[in-house]
Nanobody
């Protein structure tokens, strides 16, 4: 079955950086687009970023453009989220998700349990 396991969360200072990883198994990783999403305390889920199956296309929510970078290594079945210039409002549970097809527009059908990011001085 599909398994998505996130890691790399923790405490960061404002202006700092973190790199999240998501290890995928149970499906042919390079056939599917992948996304990162987050949920801040007391708020609903928020999509963060997506990457196409062939790595050629990346997409970002407006508030993350220029600060976050999504990447994937299809040989390692892993998707990454490099987060720079972190702000306190980036504090959230971050989780990765598998899309239904190789297209970012196809919707998501599987999610990991998430990794917690806390941005605080």
């Amino acid at each position: 079955q599909v398994q998505l396991v996130e890691s790399g969360g923790g405490l960061a200072q404002p202006g700092g950086s973190l790199r999240l990883s998501c290890a995928a198994s149970g499906f042919t990783f390079n056939n599917y687009a992948m996304s990162w999403a987050r949920q801040a305390p007391g708020k609903g889920p928020e999509w963060v970023s997506a990457i196409s199956s062939d790595v050629r296309n990346t997409y970002y929510a407006d508030s993350m453009k220029g600060r976050f970078t999504i990447a994937r290594d299809n040989a390692k079945n892993t998707v990454y989220l490099q987060m720079d210039s972190l702000k306190p409002e980036d504090t959230a549970l971050y989780y990765c998700a598998k899309h239904l097809t190789n297209s970012y527009a196809s919707g998501m059908d599987s999610w990991g349990k998430g990794t917690l990011v806390t941005v605080s001085s």
